[in-house]
């Protein structure tokens, strides 16, 4: 990772309210190009070597650009990349739990010297930033599979996803000059962690609770967001809606659904809904780290960690996300996860519970599968108010009709 920064700032707070809580690394990064540099980018980029990107890697350059993925100031270079991946940590030390990486075929990356520059396309073509080379490096896939996502197989999505990758990595530091293109639906609510930092102050909030989803929110999760909202001054509800697997509810449909939560059912002072653009790895506890880490950076003092986050199939264990957490030093990771048990609808409680709260047996707990709930809302039927909200049910129930 390369340690010097272009145009790095941290935003300053509104002028009478203080942020709380400091950037991963201490500083917020800033990887745009100034006006100037832009038209020099653009003039230069067609005489540079290009490299396209894929959906993930697009995503991650726009993180990273931001800020999101603060203290990274561009792809990963070889000794960030493979401490990373043994031991989540970056090479000086600091706490990091995913490799950010950008891969390119052999044959083009083999040509690239150190210090050189060159330009970072879309699939469509648009030119979004200049790479400057810092070392081109070969990688084992099988070996960042194992102690990323605990697992070899293919069927992994993650796994796949790095196996579908080129055959060598390429790192260096970014200038970003366009933004990733996001759905009209998404785009007013993309906002940058400066942004949300500063609406954090505006609202004179002091402790904010991260929540990362990439589902619709369902009568459990709606229990552990007011739970933790008792304790804090305010929720950030974040939906990730970059890449994920395809039988996953599109990302316009699950933002109605919250559009629709939050005007019923919360105080509206209270919560701030925004959207992250990043794409799913689905790597269960290492990625749980990773959620809690860009949360920091987008300026919450808390994040919950509930039941199996961030997991695919039968690859993690219940648990797994939240006792690596616990397992790290609180001045590493530098934000305070609150664990939840599983939550349900008890019908002998008459309300909301979870396993460290209700003494009743499964008989009386309202549990529905993923499997069931797609199954109802194919055959138009509305699953029952103890596992989620009319207003939702029937955004999904629309959207099931296609």
Known sequence: MATTTLNTHTTAPHADVEETIAPHGGTLVD????????????????????????????????????????????????????????????????????????????DTARGLKSGQDVVLADAS?????????????????????????????????GVAS?????????????????????????????????????????????????????????????????????????????????????DDIPADVRMRCYEALIEGYYPEDRVHLSVLPAAMRYAGPREAVFHALVRKNYGCTHFIVGRGHAGVGNYYGTYDAQDLLRSIPAEDLGITPLY????????????????????????????????????????GEVPPMEFTRPEVAQILIEAAKG
Request: glycine share 6%; with cysteine.
């Open 31 to 106: 990887r745009f190009a100034s006006p100037d540099q832009a038209t020099e980018i653009r003039e230069r980029a067609p005489e540079l070597t290009h490299i396209t990107l894929s959906m993930r890697e697009t995503a991650d350059l726009d993180l990273i650009a931001v800020g999101a993925m603060s203290p990274l100031t561009g792809f990963m270079n070889q000794a960030d990349y493979s401490r990373t991946v043994r031991e989540m940590r970056l090479a000086n030390g600091t706490l990091w739990s995913l490799p950010i990486t950008l891969s390119a075929p052999a």
């Open 340 to 379: 939840f048990d599983h939550s349900f609808y008890c019908n002998r409680c008459e309300g909301m519970a979870s396993m460290k709260t209700c003494p009743h047996g499964p008989e009386q707990r309202v549990f529905l599968s993923g499997t069931q709930v797609r199954d109802m809302l194919s055959r």
């Open 162 to 246: 790095v196996y579908g990758q080129h055959e060598m990595l390429i790192g260096g530091s970014v200038t970003v000059i366009e933004r990733e293109n996001l759905e009209p639906e998404l785009r007013p609510y993309r906002e940058d962690p400066a942004q949300t930092r500063a609406a954090f102050a505006e609202r004179h909030w002091r402790t904010i609770v991260g929540f990362q989803t990439r589902n619709p929110v369902h009568r459990a999760h709606e229990y552990i967001q007011k739970a933790a909202l008792e304790i804090v001054d305010g929720l950030l509800l974040h939906p990730l809606v970059g890449e994920t697997k395809p």
């Open 125 to 157: 073509g648009r030119h979004l930033a200049i790479l400057s080379v810092d070392e081109v490096y070969d990688y084992d896939k099988e070996v960042e599979a194992q102690h990323v996502f605990a697992t070899t197989e293919e069927a992994h999505p």
